[in-house]
């Protein structure tokens, strides 16, 4: 069983940063490509972004892109989230998941990130 722990929570002024980081433990992570997910009260989740197993090819969705950076460690098999010039509208739940083989999903394809975390919380004030 994999397991992913989130941790970097925060409450952060707009125009802030703050990176989160994604712990993961259990099958061989370099087998794993790992996403990020948020989810805001009231709304649906979206997809944020995701990092490959190979070549770590990385993808954003369009609001995010120059803004948040995705990378792994894979000696620490940990992922991290940058996010710079953080909006009060950023402010959700964000969740890690990973997805097993050398690609990422398209962030909107939920159901083929097997494995989650169980979410950290990012509020951006205004």
């Known amino acids: 069983q994999l397991q992913l722990v989130e941790s970097g929570r925060g409450l952060v002024q707009s125009g802030g940063s703050l990176t989160l980081s994604c712990a993961v433990s259990g099958f061989s992570f370099d087998y794993y490509s790992i996403g990020w997910f948020r989810q805001a009260p009231g709304e649906e989740r979206e997809g944020v972004s995701c990092i490959s197993v190979r070549n770590s090819t990385t993808n954003y969705a369009d609001s995010m892109k120059g803004r948040f950076t995705i990378s792994r460690d894979n000696a620490k098999t940990t992922v991290y989230l940058q996010m710079n010039n953080l909006k009060p509208e950023d402010t959700a739940v964000y969740y890690c998941?990973?997805?097993?083989?050398?690609?990422?999903?398209?962030?909107?394809?939920?159901?083929?990130?097997?494995?989650w975390g169980q979410g950290t919380q990012v509020t951006v004030s205004s």
């Open positions: 998941a990973a997805s097993y083989g050398p690609d990422c999903p398209l962030l909107g394809y939920f159901y083929q990130y097997r494995y």
